[in-house]
C-alpha cells in the first residue's frame, strides 16, 4: 500500500498542477485553444495513471481482507474506492 502511496501521491499533485493551469488558459484572453487542449490531454494521461494506480490498490487491499473485513466493508464484490479515498485524505 505504502508503494502505490508513493507513487499516487505526486499524480495528485500533478493533477491540481493542472488543472490550475487549465483554469488559468481557460480564463486568459485571447484563448488559446493549443495549450487548453495540450493541458487537457495532459489530464487525461494524468487521471489514466491514477486510475490504474488506484485499481491496483484497491485490488491489493481486498486481496489483504479476510472474509469479515470484506463483510464489513460490504460484502463481496464491495467497491472499497471509499477506503482507497480516506487513506490519502490522511496524508
Given amino acids: 500500500v505504502s508503494e502505490e502511496q508513493k507513487y499516487i501521491q505526486p499524480l495528485l499533485e500533478q493533477l491540481a498542477q493542472n488543472r490550475k ?3 488559468m488558459a481557460t480564463e486568459a484572453k485571447p484563448s488559446n485553444d493549443s495549450k487548453i487542449r495540450k493541458l487537457a490531454s495532459e489530464q487525461s494521461h494524468i487521471l489514466e495513471r491514477l486510475i490504474l494506480a488506484n485499481s491496483r490498490l ?3 487491499i481486498s486481496e489483504a481482507l479476510t472474509v469479515e473485513q470484506r463483510k464489513k466493508l460490504g460484502g463481496p464484490g464491495q467497491d472499497i ?4 479515498e ?3 485524505a490522511q496524508r
Avoid at 474506492?81 to 482507497?84: I, K, P
Fill in 21 to 23: 493551469a487549465l483554469t
Fill in 58 to 60: 484497491q485490488r491489493d
Fill in 81 to 84: 474506492t471509499n477506503v482507497t
Fill in 86 to 88: 480516506r487513506l490519502f
